[in-house]
């Protein structure tokens, strides 16, 4: 079975600062990958995603993902953060070779300090 | 808009009643999902229809829970007999199909939030 496990339940950075979201997946077959942002009281909105092409995706909003198959890992980076970047930021594994669905983490709470 | 749309936004009910969700998917979407948001939780996998067919349910609990995808009309989560820890974040998914054509991608609607008193 697939599964997702997002390191850190909470995450703070300064405005300016690295991000960095850690997600780890475990697929026994080569995985569709995805994370999503969710802003308060908000659907979830699409950031990137993997779909077995380049390892390196790039994302809405300076925000990127790289894909390491020998580390079983998909963090989610962004060079300099913004305020606005304050939100919920899911990872996600497709089963799409079966239903479609998507199994996420527990998610990961991004805070951004002035 | 031609997003998902679910309704409604809101929803409170006393414990015992019935609460309806209704999600209209995209335009050209087929596929409906329905994931449940804890609070504090990541989302759930409920239940994942086709017009007229549930195909997967693995999520659903097993009681007091049914949903369904007419042919014409909104897919429907009905929660009977609600209880406090029913409340909680309802989000529906559409996608166009499945499939080796299929990237994966869900469209989310943004959520009816159900509050049990």
């Known amino acids: 079975a697939q599964s997702v496990t997002q390191l850190g339940s909470h995450v703070s950075v300064s405005e300016g600062a690295l991000v960095l979201l850690r997600c780890n997946y475990s697929?026994?077959?080569?995985?569709?990958l995805f994370w999503y942002v969710q802003y308060p009281n908000q659907g979830l909105q699409l950031l990137l995603k993997y779909t077995s092409a380049a390892t390196l995706v790039k994302g809405i909003n300076g925000f990127e993902a790289e894909f390491k198959k020998s580390e079983t890992s998909f963090h989610l980076t962004k060079p300099s953060a913004h305020m606005s970047d304050a939100a919920e930021y899911f990872c996600?594994?497709?089963?799409?070779?079966?239903?479609?669905?998507?199994?996420f983490g527990q998610g990961t709470t991004l805070q951004v300090k002035p | 808009n031609a997003g998902v749309m679910q309704n409604p936004r809101h929803l409170v009910r006393r414990r015992g009643q019935e609460a309806r969700l209704r999600c209209s998917p995209m335009?050209?979407?087929?596929?409906v999902y329905w994931y449940r948001q804890l609070p504090e939780e990541g989302l759930k996998f409920m239940v994942y229809?086709?017009?007229?067919?549930?195909?997967?349910e693995s999520g659903m609990p097993k009681e007091r829970f049914s949903a369904e995808f007419p042919k014409e009309g909104p897919s429907i989560l009905r929660i009977q007999q609600v209880v406090r820890g029913d409340s909680a974040a309802y989000f529906c998914?559409?996608?166009?199909?499945?499939?080796?054509?299929?990237?994966?991608?869900?469209?989310f609607g943004e959520g009816s939030r159900l509050t049990v008193l």
């Open positions: 229809l086709q017009k007229e067919n549930i195909i997967d």
């Open positions: 998914a559409s996608s166009p199909l499945t499939g080796t054509a299929n990237t994966g991608e869900l469209f």
């Open positions: 697929s026994s077959v080569p995985p569709y």
């Open positions: 996600a594994v497709s089963e799409l070779s079966n239903t479609g669905k998507l199994i």
């Open positions: 335009k050209g979407h087929s596929h």
